[in-house]
Every structure is written in C-alpha cells, then in structure tokens.
C-alpha cells in the first residue's frame, strides 16, 4: 500500500458525502482540524457510516454513567487487545487529552494489566479486557468484581457495549488496512501551541 493511501478499499472524502454525512463530518473536522480517516473509509458506504455513527455517538458522547475520559480507557484497552493500530492511535490520543497524561494510552494498550490504575479504572479495564478477549466466559462473579469497584448496572452495560463495537470497528479496520491520520500522533503527548 503506498504511504498516502487511506484504505485498501479506498476512501471518499467529506465532499464526495451525501448532504446530511457531509455535514456531520464536517463539524467532526471544524473540531478537530482534520477528518478522521476512518469516516473517509467507511464513508464508501454511507448507510454503514450513518449507522456506526449514530451507535458510536449514543455510547460515546453520553453524559451518563461513565466519564468520557472513562469510555476512551474501554476503547483503547479493547483496541489493544485485538491489535487495532488504527482505534489505539485515534483513540489512545484522546484518552491522552482527556486523562491530561502523555502515557496513560501507550501504557494501556500494551500492557493493561500492569499500568497503574484507580479500582474503579481497573474494574473498567478488566471487563473490557474479558468482554474482547473471552466473553463466553463472563461470569456473575466477574461482574459482582465490577459492582465491587463501584459501577453500576448502566456503567456495566456502557463498557460492553462500548468493547463491542470497538470489535467491530477494530476489524473493519484491519479489513481495510485503515491507516491513521498522521495529527494522531502528537495530539496530548505535546502542549497545544
């Protein structure tokens, strides 16, 4: 694949976007000075793209239960966990921003079991962790762990369901050879001048 490429599949750009699309990526972009290439990969198949939206949003951009700092953590320790170069770059920088901590999402997606955490951070990642990596094998006693840590019946749900469609979306991107935008990189690691 050549340096430039975005995809295998290739990749259509916010113009190329039905109106509604377009729009929506647009103000995605207006924050953060770029277009995620994930939106220009999915966005070959618009009612795909319009779904995983309105999914990740409804679990993502909640001001209930879990902080947003939170759901990052279940993002980037799923993502790590299924070796998702794209999801652990893209989100292991806002987890930085959102933690403050240059370190926190390195740490996490590489080794999730020895990175210092707080008992409720822990809970959080070691249910993500069971859920990506052997989900037949939850148990109530797993989860009695996380009521233990303080989450709730809701904060239980949201890092399911948070760690399945990151699954989802880790192996669409390892489909489609999704390469991350390179403002990835830096974002939280260096101050904002």
């Known amino acids: 694949m050549a340096q430039h490429e975005v995809s295998r599949f290739g990749h259509v750009d916010p113009d190329g976007l039905p109106p509604d699309l377009a729009e929506r990526i647009g103000a995605i972009a207006e924050r953060s000075g770029f277009v995620p290439n994930v939106f220009r990969a999915l966005g070959r198949r618009p009612r795909e793209l319009r779904a995983f939206l309105d999914y990740h949003d409804a679990l993502m951009d909640s001001d209930d239960g879990l902080s947003k700092a939170e759901r990052e953590l279940v993002v980037v320790a799923t993502s790590g966990a299924n070796n998702c170069t794209y999801c652990v770059v893209a989100h292991g920088a806002i987890l930085r921003v959102r933690y403050k901590d240059p370190e926190i ?15 409720r951070e822990r809970a959080i990642v070691d249910l993500a962790l069971l859920v990506a990596r052997n989900s037949e094998a939850l148990t109530e006693a797993d989860l009695d762990d996380a009521r233990a840590a303080g989450l709730s019946e809701d904060e239980i749900w949201d890092v399911g369901a948070i760690t399945a469609l990151f699954a989802m ?14 403002e990835f990189f830096l974002m939280g690691r260096i101050p904002r001048g």
């Open 105 to 119: 999402a390195d740490r996490v997606a590489t080794n999730p079991y020895a990175v210092e955490l707080s008992e």
């Open 169 to 182: 979306s880790n192996r669409l991107a390892h489909l489609t050879a999704l390469r991350p935008n390179p």
